[in-house]
């Protein structure tokens, strides 16, 4: 979501290495299986869900089924979290909830991450350019919003509410895809790069905490930056060739390109869930 990267660079990555073989046995015969985690079992399939995929190619409808029913079964404490932690509380200091962030794993074709809310803790409306994502609640319970780009234009309407509400003279029309609460357990939540959602934004109505698999990560180098949006009532702007019935409106927005963030506070913290195996 934007902050992924730059906390991910300050982290790195987070994996440990296979034991070695030994030639050692044991008198009742080779060992069991380990037991794969679900973390494990997660980064094994994005492994092979996003094999041959990349900006703006989402995975074959059987891959995205196959990842969403691996998510669709964990739980908070399968990735080593539990909701007594002090990430789900709320400090009365701060002018605004923060949220913390928990790098996972990255490499180039995906990256995995868990953002942790306290309640009221608001994630803004932000896009995931050329991006298939799967956000997975963990616990609690959140308030999700979310657009997809209506026709592909930009206006610069004349404002009918409140000029001084408009910091940047583009606007654009976007329609509604999802504006609905959710509670753990459900499943997860799938976006694409043109359709599902791609910009949303996340409210925490309890403290909660998502999981969340980008396929492929955010990189500004590839012209994947995470842009965030003010989303305005269609009855605020007037364009000409724009029409939408009066019983219509609600299923829209203006979306408007924003710069300073005064409302998200987000803070890194390590990951120390069960550790991927890399092979």
């Given at each position: 979501m934007g902050i992924e990267t730059a906390l991910a660079d300050r982290k790195g990555k987070v994996y440990c290495e296979l034991p070695k073989e030994t030639n050692s046995r044991s008198k009742r015969g080779r060992r069991r299986p380990r037991k794969v985690s679900p973390v494990q079992k997660l980064f094994d399939t994005c492994k092979e869900v996003f094999s041959s995929c990349g900006a703006g190619i989402v995975p074959p409808p059987r891959d995205v089924e196959k990842l969403a029913s691996v998510l669709n079964t964990m739980r908070l404490a399968d990735v080593g979290l539990n909701p007594g932690m002090p990430y789900f509380r709320t400090d009365f200091q701060d002018e605004v909830p923060r949220i913390t962030y928990m790098h996972v794993y990255e490499c180039d074709k995906f990256s995995i991450g868990i953002f942790c809310l306290p309640p009221s803790g608001v994630i803004p409306l932000h896009n995931h350019p050329g991006m298939t994502v799967f956000s997975k609640l963990l616990f609690g319970s959140m308030h999700i919003k979310s657009y997809d780009w209506e026709d592909d234009f930009s206006i610069n309407p004349a404002p009918n509410g409140n000029p001084s509400q408009v910091q940047h003279p583009g606007v654009r029309l976007a329609k509604v895809k999802v504006d609905a609460d959710f509670t753990a357990p459900c499943n997860s939540s799938i976006l694409y790069p043109a359709a599902g959602g791609n910009m949303h934004r996340f409210t925490a109505l309890t403290a909660c905490a998502v999981?969340?698999?980008?396929?492929?990560?955010?990189?500004?180098?590839?012209?994947?930056?995470?842009?965030?949006?003010?989303?305005?009532?269609?009855?605020?702007?007037?364009?000409?060739?724009?029409?939408?019935?009066?019983?219509?409106?609600?299923a829209y927005a203006w979306l408007q390109e924003r710069d300073k963030l005064e409302d998200?506070?987000?803070?890194?913290?390590a990951y120390n869930g069960p550790k991927i195996v890399e092979c």
């Open positions: 999981l969340d698999v980008l396929g492929p990560p955010y990189s500004y180098s590839e012209d994947r930056d995470c842009t965030y949006y003010y989303d305005f009532p269609f009855a605020n702007f007037s364009a000409d060739g724009v029409s939408v019935p009066e019983e219509e409106r609600e998200f506070a987000v803070d890194g913290a």
